[in-house]
């Protein structure tokens, strides 16, 4: 079986998001900010038409976390690892949300600081900070019996439906 396009399932080839939740939402970040990943694929982050980042870890180094320092090779980071450091101008249109307390990952240093990185290179960022919201309760936020917890899902539908096709 062959790679599917979303023309084949029936979708528009210059709507596609990245989307992902905590380490997911790195991930997404890393797919819109940094070419080499979809270079890999033949295809590039400008035929993104937004990424979607909830709660995920952008900047992170160095960490004082002495689980997650092992992981990370601390103290020799590895280079380029940071979806903050790819944050440029060109890249695709960004919302970014999250818990305005956080335990796990720093809101303040990852979420805002990434909005203001991007919003500084002229992209276009929706930056939300749900009150009641927790790290996990976030992404739960979605599936209708948590909803009261945050309007994440409305915004993120609105954040797409308002997203103009990709270049």
Known sequence: MGWSRPRDWGGDPKRVFAM?????????????????????????PQELAGWIGLAGPY???PTDNPDAQPVFFHPHYPPRAQP???????SP????????????????RSTRQMADKLQAAGVPVTLKLYPRARHTTLIGAFAWPLRWVAPV?????TFINDAPPAR
């Open 20 to 44: 992902g939740h905590s380490a997911g939402g790195y991930n997404a970040a890393m797919l819109a900010l940094d070419g080499r990943w979809l270079q890999a694929t033949g295809h590039s």
């Open 59 to 61: 900047d992170f180094f």
């Open 84 to 90: 903050i450091e790819f944050a440029q101008a060109g």
């Open 93 to 108: 249109r960004t919302f970014l949300a999250a818990p305005v307390k956080d335990a796990l990952v720093s809101p303040e």
């Open 153 to 157: 899902l409305d915004d993120v539908e």
